[in-house]
């Protein structure tokens, strides 16, 4: 028995899944190749607001639960944080969520 799949979805994704079975083995083997038209860029004003709020990157990080490091990986946009470390940075800068990050596409246009 074999198989072939072919999809050509959102974002041009080809699938090309073979299916085997043999008398000995089976098996399947897969190539999943993306071309990401619709990537987009998580981008902050961390340090910006940061800056405006008097805070070192020590006293954010300390704010947030995390060391300093991750501040500046997050500022030079080297990290992107999980939700909940956006939302505790958020929080402890007091500024609402969609001020500090947002989603931009390719074109730099916000999401």
């Known amino acids: 028995m074999f198989a072939q799949v072919h999809d050509h979805g ?3 994704a080809e699938n090309r899944c073979n299916a085997y079975l043999t008398s000995w083995e089976i098996g399947v083997e ?3 190749n993306f071309t ?3 990537f987009m860029n998580l981008c902050n004003r961390l340090k910006e607001i940061r800056l405006q709020k008097g805070l ?5 990080a300390n704010a947030a639960g995390v060391t300093r490091q991750t501040i500046i990986a997050i500022e030079k946009s080297k990290f992107a944080p999980s939700v909940k470390l956006a ?7 007091h500024t609402p969520l969609e001020d500090v990050f947002w989603l931009e596409d390719k074109k730099g246009r916000k999401a």
């Open 10 to 12: 959102a974002g041009r």
């Open 30 to 32: 897969c190539k999943l």
């Open 36 to 38: 990401l038209d619709w």
């Open 56 to 60: 070192t990157q020590e006293s954010l």
């Open 87 to 93: 939302l505790e940075l958020a929080s402890a800068l």
